[in-house]
């Protein structure tokens, strides 16, 4: 759903980052926002590190032909072009990161690197004969949604879900001329997701394990683990417990501290526990039913007023609060005709 125009300054102010251009954000790294088709989410960040002569780039953006000219320009402005970019280094999967990747590679050269748990997800996406929303929304309860789904026949484009060059192990280092990234599986908003650790520098790449304004979404991928906000939370601590650090997200404007927002987000998550607890406890027992019970954005809006792919993700969402509520002792989970049902213990 549209939001309303941007009349009012903080509305202003919450979307000056997606300005485009190479904006210094540290010595020698630019955050370089890249445009995102469709009306949430308005840009990507991608991060230009000078490495000599080249750059290594952390996400790639989505593979549009604004984005390619609008990396072009970036680039130039700071003395590259794009045939200069040695290395992708790709934190997750998702269209808005990866595909921009591949077909900068196609058309410029460069390699791309991917972390190991996404090779699943890639080889699905191109592979998989249905969606598998289908299945897991009939789970949630919301049959209606699952028959929509299904229904739907869609070209599916697979240009730019080649494989990467190199599948990254957690904890690989990455030696650059002028710095270390190590990479660290941050398994939750995807299987396979990846931060970039640049510790003698105290940044953190943080794809979009760690976002400054919005809530990541969890497990919104083809190979969804049982219960991937468990994954995480797990994450979040992960990275909690290194020294804190300037937090470079892939969404949103770079801000001074990576455990600041990490605490908000532990918070957050443990008030959405205690708001789908109390909503099973007063007597919806599917996901679905739970989903419609609760408010969704910050703006609390009722599940009625989201478009589909969002009242799908909130779904999603609620499914994994109540797995991990199971998970806690919290309330029992119990199939019924391929329906999960949750109930207080
Ligand atoms: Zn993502």
């Known amino acids: 759903m549209p939001e309303p125009a941007a009349a009012d300054p903080d509305e202003e102010a919450r979307h000056a980052w997606e ?41 790639g953006g989505w593979a549009l032909a604004e984005a390619e000219q609008l990396l072009g320009q970036a680039l130039a402005e700071i003395g590259y072009e ?29 390699t791309i690197s991917l972390g190991e748990g996404e090779r699943a997800c890639i080889e699905a996406i191109r592979t998989a004969e249905s969606h598998p929303d289908i299945p897991r ?11 929509m789904l299904a229904e739907w026949t869609g070209e599916r484009d697979l240009t730019d879900w080649e494989d990467p060059d190199r599948w990254l192990p957690d904890g690989v280092d990455l030696p ?28 953190l790449f943080a794809g979009d394990h760690v976002l400054p304004h919005i809530t990541p ?7 969804r683990p049982r219960s991937p906000l468990r994954h995480y939370l797990s994450s979040l601590e992960l990275v909690r417990a290194l020294p804190d650090a300037q937090l470079l997200p892939a969404h949103g404007p770079v801000t001074a501290s990576v455990h600041e927002r990490i605490d908000e987000l532990l918070r957050h998550h443990e008030e959405r526990l205690a708001a789908t607890e109390a909503a099973v406890v007063a007597g919806n027992s599917t996901a679905f039913e739970v989903t419609q019970a609760l408010t969704w954005t910050r703006r609390r809006r009722r599940f009625a007023e989201l478009d589909l ?22 309330l029992s989970e119990t199939p019924a005709d391929g329906v999960a049902r949750f109930a207080p213990v």
Do not use: C, W
């Not at 445009?35 to 991060?47: F, H, Q």
């Not at 230009?48 to 952390?58: M, Q, R, S, T, Y």
């Not at 929304?137 to 028959?147: D, H, I, K, N, V």
């Not at 797995?323 to 806690?328: M, P, Q, S, W, Y």
């Open 19 to 59: 300005r485009p251009g190479a904006h210094p954000v540290a010595p020698g790294i630019h955050r370089i926002p890249l445009p995102l088709p469709g009306d949430s989410l308005k840009a990507v960040n991608v991060y230009a590190v000078a490495d000599g002569d080249e750059l290594v780039l952390v996400d």
């Open 217 to 223: 979404s969890i497990g919104v991928e083809m190979n």
């Open 176 to 203: 650059l001329a002028t710095r270390t990234l190590r990479a660290i599986h941050t398994p939750g908003h995807t299987r396979g997701h990846l931060v970039f650790h640049d510790a003698g520098n105290a940044a």
């Open 82 to 110: 794009l045939g200069d970019v040695r290395e992708y280094l790709v934190t997750h999967h998702h269209r808005d990161h990866y595909t921009n990747a591949v077909a900068m590679r196609r058309k410029h050269g460069g």
């Open 309 to 330: 792919f969002n009242q799908i993700l909130a779904i999603h969402e609620t499914m994994a609060h109540l797995r991990v509520l199971g998970e806690r002792g919290r």
């Open 137 to 147: 929304l009939f789970e949630a309860g919301a049959l209606e949604l699952a028959r």
